[in-house]
């Protein structure tokens, strides 16, 4: 049994980074290559503009170029992130998650924030889906919802673990569409593995917010009583 137990669990991995490898593969196209064509295209904009001596006109090219370019090195610097592989197999949760916002949010200019309030070691099966979970409304976020701050909570509530990312951005409907629905269906596939259910709002002060609660026993080492939950309007 223990065999067929450690057999499972290596398929599922080799299962996981299979996938991880494919949602890499069309990240770099669907993102990055697409931010660079329509930067080839406002570059020979302006450079028509240039030719019949229209300069008066180059102000718009020259700024979807300006925004391209961000948005291109914001794509690259995400994708070169995943590629380091810093997940909670090989540090804790806690340092993975700042060290994913110290290396993209932060660099891409936006507020980021991490509260980290759990009394004791999560269980890594828990603390990797709840990882992943993480990076993917990061980078809904990121890519789709134009915010300025982000905001990451993980505490325990009652007797329960929950994560969530709030972001201050454009909101669900201008979320939901770039997706495809994809990330949110790996998000909801993850949150049931962990035993949770994935919650996703829209706080009144504006934005999104992705949750998740996962139930977990108080035999984990460390534990004590669960902590007050971290307000859940997140500005």
Known sequence: ?????????????????????????????????????????????????????????????????????????????????????????????EEALQLRLDAVERRAGIDAHLHFDVTSPLPEPLARELYWIAMEALNNALKHAAADTVTVTVAEIEGAIELAVADNGAGLNQQEAPSGGMGLRTMTERAARAGGVLAITAPAAGGVRVSVQVPVRDDRPGAGTPQPALSKEIA
């Not at 240039?50 to 300069?55: D, E, M, P």
């Open 1 to 93: 049994v223990l065999a067929e137990n450690a057999r499972l669990r290596r398929a599922q991995e080799q299962a996981l980074v299979q996938e991880e490898r494919h949602r890499l593969a069309r990240d770099l196209h669907d993102s990055v290559t697409q931010s660079l064509y329509a930067l080839s295209l406002s570059a020979d904009t302006a450079a028509g503009r240039v030719r019949k001596g229209h300069f008066d006109r180059l102000e718009e090219p020259l700024a979807q170029i300006a925004a391209g370019a961000h948005q291109a090195l914001r794509e690259i610097r995400l994708l070169l992130f995943e590629l380091r592989l810093a997940t909670p197999e090989t540090m804790p949760l």
